[in-house]
């Protein structure tokens, strides 16, 4: 029997985490790193550079890299980049204009003469992955690359991101989709930093498989838990997803909103309304969060397991919940969500 070897890359904001899967071992067994996030480590390079840059490359997670780019800028140095890199700023390239970055398909003029930096952008770094798994004799070999990263999607003009990322969440609901089937092998257009991803894993000629972090999140920390109905709550640094699990493995109800703006209580309530069909998706994105859609509400009562992820998980301690932590590692929750859905693909699950 052939054993299925999958590269699961979870990039989020503060770390991206990597399992080398290889269906012949124990998941315990099998090779994983936790490093810094690609755009806090680009972040750090941007900071201890004192030239002007020139960031080329695929577009990819903004946040600390957005600001890095602009206290670089503050800081008197020019700063350039191609369109595909600096749409990992905005994805509308005259607000990264007005930034005061320059968009160029090759360094401006001066630089060359002041001097400058090239600095490549991009949410996945295989060939960081290849060399730290030479150096401990692990083959770099694998059926399928599964990646998972945030994207809002590109919203059409006049619609916000936030909308927008829910419009298609809420459409996942709709389709009544397998938990283990809400990811691509070619994701839509609108999702610009997925598409980035899908063309650095095209290259490998490995098949590849694209999810959003939030719903590969919701899968990993249903890894193991057969009990229906349930519910994965990933509570990240900066959103938070409450996903409803039916008999049949659909995804029955999502609810996602910004982590900052929740304490304890009020996602123990929200939680449990939500179950109860008592919150609406005005109320949700009124309050400041993304939105609310639930197909046949339960009822908490009903409910058999409700396992609880990601970096702020301690919110919810001492509520009636279970923390998930898939192969006894809480930070691997998204990677084996996404092997999961890699191996249900092959199906192997």
């Known amino acids: 029997m052939h054993h299925l070897r999958i590269l ?123 060399r730290v798994a030479e150096q401990v004799e692990e083959r770099f070999e694998f059926d399928c690359i599964a990646v998972a990263v945030q994207d809002h999607g590109r919203a059409p003009p006049g619609v916000p991101d936030r909308v927008f990322r829910f419009e298609n969440l809420q459409r996942l609901v709709e389709e009544r989709r397998h938990v283990l089937e809400l990811c691509f092998t070619s994701p839509p257009e609108h999702f610009t930093r997925m598409r980035a991803v899908e063309r650095v894993l095209r290259r490998t000629g490995a098949k590849c498989l694209i999810a959003d972090t939030k719903l590969a999140a919701a899968a990993g920390a249903l890894h193991g838990v057969e009990e229906r109905p349930a519910v994965a709550v990933d509570i990240g640094n900066g959103h938070t997803l409450v996903a409803l699990v039916d008999e049949q493995n659909r995804l029955a109800g999502v609810l996602e909103h910004h982590t900052h703006m929740l304490n304890r209580q009020r996602l123990v309530e929200l939680i449990r309304r939500f179950l109860d069909g008592e919150v609406s998706n005005r109320e949700v994105y009124e309050a400041g969060g993304h939105g609310c859609a639930i197909s046949e509400p339960p009822g908490a009562e009903a409910v058999r397991r409700v396992m609880v992820t990601g970096p702020h998980r301690m919110m919810l301690a001492g509520a009636e919940v279970e923390f998930a932590a898939p192969g006894g590692d809480v930070m691997l929750t998204g990677a084996v969500g996404l092997v999961d859905m890699a191996l249900h693909a092959e199906g192997a699950l």
């Open 8 to 130: 699961a890359v979870d990039v989020g904001m503060g770390t991206q985490d990597v399992l080398l899967y290889d269906s012949s071992r124990n998941l315990e067994n099998c090779m994983k790193m936790v490093l810094p996030s690609p755009t806090r480590v680009i972040a750090a390079k941007l900071r201890r550079l004192n030239c002007h840059v020139f960031l080329r490359g695929e577009t990819m997670g903004g946040g600390p890299l957005t600001a890095a780019v602009a206290e670089h800028l503050r800081r008197g140095y020019r700063v350039a980049m191609t369109p595909s890199a600096a749409m990992s700023l905005r994805d509308d390239l005259e607000q990264v204009r007005a930034m005061g970055v320059e968009i160029a398909e090759a360094p401006p003029e001066g630089f060359e003469e002041e001097g400058y930096q090239v600095v490549e952008t991009g949410d996945v770094n295989l060939e960081l992955f290849r």
